[in-house]
């Protein structure tokens, strides 16, 4: 199944879909992970996009496009993929149209003072970028991650007025999607109004979402 998950920053996008990968057996493809990766690595490529990251502005199309499309023609695709943090422009779903056929859009409706408490408070593993957050998803040794390890650090755009910046940018680039995914009759809204709902609960209610997709299809 060839899945996208819609939705604000900070809605949970990546925190559900790591947990998804492993009940489904599908790969998780985070762009925003690809973009650190290449920061990490200093390519000349990783360069010009941390100047677009840091602020929280969009990387341009063409090199996102052309970044996933290389991550989408590995073999590990071939039976589906959550994609997570892409499409995010209008654009770039159509030329995901010409890549891949997706069967789902989950989009998640996270209301604003969730996602910027949620933002504020999260941190990420340096080694694995596993997610935490301090309010909710708290590491068991302060400042390390559980699953390897690795240090815990604040993303870059984590900042308060990065965060706003990050939100006005999504209301307008990216939640035309919604119309664009609605019409072609794709999507499936899932809500989380409380800050303090378990990932384990939203993965549920994501995963019953999936069945039913499954059931209409066969
Ligand atoms: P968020 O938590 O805001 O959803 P991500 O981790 O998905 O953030 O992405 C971090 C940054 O990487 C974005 O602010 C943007 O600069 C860049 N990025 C990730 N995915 C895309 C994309 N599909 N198009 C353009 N830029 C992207
Ligand atoms: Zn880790």
Same mark, same amino acid.
């Given at each position: ?13 990546? @925190?559900?879909?790591?947990?998804? @990968? ?16 290449? %920061?990490?690595?200093?390519? !000349? ?17 063409? #090199? ?11 073999? !590990? ?13 209008? $654009? ?11 069967? =789902? ?9 969730? #996602? %910027? ?15 935490? $957050?301090?309010?909710? =998803? ?7 991650? !559980? ?72």
């Amino acid at each position: 199944m060839r899945i996208v998950i819609l939705g604000p920053p900070g809605a949970g996008k990546g @925190t559900y879909a790591s947990r998804l @990968t492993k009940i489904l057996g599908i790969p998780h493809i985070s762009t925003g992970d690809m973009v650190r990766e290449e %920061i990490k690595k200093q390519t !000349d490529l990783g360069k010009k996009i941390k100047e677009y990251s840091d602020k929280g502005v969009l990387v341009p199309d063409d #090199i996102i496009i052309k970044l996933l499309e290389e991550r989408l023609k590995k073999p !590990d695709c071939k039976e589906g993929f959550i994609l997570d943090g892409f499409p995010r422009t209008i $654009n770039q779903a159509e030329a995901l149209e010409k890549i891949a056929k997706i069967d =789902l859009v989950i989009n998640l409706k996270v209301p604003d003072d969730i #996602i %910027i408490t949620r933002l504020s408070n999260r941190l990420i593993c340096s080694k694995c970028g596993a997610i935490y $957050n301090l309010l909710t =998803l708290k590491p068991k040794k302060e400042g390390v991650c !559980d699953k390897c390890g690795g240090k815990l650090y604040r993303r870059e755009d984590d900042r308060p007025e990065v965060i706003r910046e990050r939100l006005n940018i999504y209301r307008k680039q990216t939640e035309p999607l919604i119309d664009y995914y609605t019409k072609k009759g794709l999507l499936r809204n899932v809500r989380c109004d409380d800050l303090m709902i378990p990932p384990e609960v939203m993965v549920e209610k994501i995963i019953e979402v999936i069945r039913e997709t499954v059931e209409e299809v066969s």
